[in-house]
């Protein structure tokens, strides 16, 4: 009689122990999306950043990893590149004045 109360309240602690948790919260409020501050321009192979801030540093890499344009102190709200290697899809870093970094993955149309 004991060991079936044990075991009863057993599994009445364990259903409100996994009816409790859960692995991540339920949330029905779209993500935020953060409007980035500069905008990338393409054409061909070249490449047109536009920002709101003045442009610190400029970094484009291959998806191999092959730095291909590196531009530091541009100091101006545009900057325009031309890539001088045949790949689709790169890499790119922006850092803008006040130090805040932004990087995203980019692709050319041929």
């Known amino acids: 009689m004991l060991q079936s109360i ?3 309240f057993a ?11 859960q692995a991540q919260p339920e949330s029905n409020l779209p993500e ?3 409007s ?9 192979k070249q490449i047109t950043i536009k920002s709101n801030k003045d442009i610190n540093h400029i970094m484009l890499w291959t998806i191999g990893g092959n730095r291909v344009v590196e531009q530091k102190e541009i100091n101006n709200t545009s900057f ?8 689709k899809a790169f890499y790119l870093m922006i850092g803008l004045k006040g130090g805040k970094v932004y990087t995203e993955k980019i692709g050319l149309r041929e």
């Open 6 to 8: 044990r075991r009863l």
């Open 80 to 87: 325009t590149f031309i890539i001088p290697v045949n790949q």
């Open 11 to 21: 599994v009445v602690i364990l259903s409100l122990l996994f009816s409790v948790s």
């Open 32 to 34: 935020k999306k953060i």
């Open 36 to 44: 980035k501050p500069y905008k990338v321009l393409t054409n061909g």
